[in-house]
């Protein structure tokens, strides 16, 4: 059996952003999967009704349809595709071997975030601006809302919140990207995932690009890099 390589896009995103990064462990010779979740890649109102659990059933179906075809499986994700990630080990503890995680979502916001997001669908908001696209390198565009629901928001939040206590569960090697300049998720969920997970973790610095680093000038070092380290991992598993 080959070895394969779960691929999880962000919210709001679509498998676009992770596209590349895709291309590249196929080309390295890995099955890969690079689901599309509920609710994105289409219409900004197809999301609205799509919750935190909903993107975690997509997730574990995805891994588990892999796993049934590969001998070992490594996932590699974006932003809050890096707490679906984290899911994803600690719901099948014996079966990730390795995780690539480019400025994931994973420390749980204060309560007063909570309390702006209920606020705001107590009075009938649907809809906060975009937070897609978040790139330095010119020309380059993410496929992304142009705004972010927030009852699926909020929900993210909670499933984030409900995952923290959990992470020491990830016992696997992570290879963690994070950009300094990122404004959608705050660089220190990378410094909380790093303290809180009980595998080893390597850190890489995306010194030139935003949050989306995967279409951003650090691209490239970020798919060499990545197929470096499953290489890596799968020889040693």
Avoid at 19 to 48: C, K, N, W
Avoid at 144 to 166: C, H, N, Q
Wanted: proline share 8%.
């Amino acid at each position: 059996m080959s070895d394969g390589v779960l691929v999880l896009h962000g919210f709001t995103g679509s498998p676009q952003s992770l596209q590349g990064l895709a291309d590249a462990f196929a080309g390295a010779g890995y099955e890969v999967s690079l689901p599309t979740l509920p609710g994105h890649g289409t219409r900004m109102e197809d999301m609205i009704p799509t919750r935190w659990d909903d993107w975690v059933a997509c997730a574990l179906s995805a891994y588990d349809d892999l796993a049934a075809r590969c001998s070992r499986v490594l996932v590699a994700a974006l932003s809050m595709g890096g707490a679906l990630a984290c899911r994803v080990t600690v719901d099948r503890p014996d079966g990730v071997v390795g995780l690539v995680l480019v400025n994931p979502i994973a420390e749980p916001p204060g309560e007063a975030l909570f309390d702006i997001l209920r606020a705001a669908l107590d009075q009938g908001l649907e809809v906060s601006p975009g937070i897609g696209s978040d790139i330095a390198k010119p020309g380059s565009v993410e496929n992304a809302y142009d705004g972010a629901p927030i009852a699926p928001a909020l929900s993210m939040y909670e499933g984030v919140r409900e995952l923290a206590p959990r992470l020491a569960e990830v016992r696997c090697p992570v290879l963690l990207f994070t950009s300094p300049q990122d404004h959608v998720v705050p660089p220190p969920n990378s410094d909380y995932l790093a303290a809180s997970v009980s595998g080893p973790v390597e850190r890489v610095t995306c010194e030139r690009s935003y949050h989306v680093a995967t279409l951003d000038w650090d691209r490239e070092d970020i798919e060499q890099r990545a197929v470096d380290f499953a290489r890596k991992i799968f020889a040693a598993a």
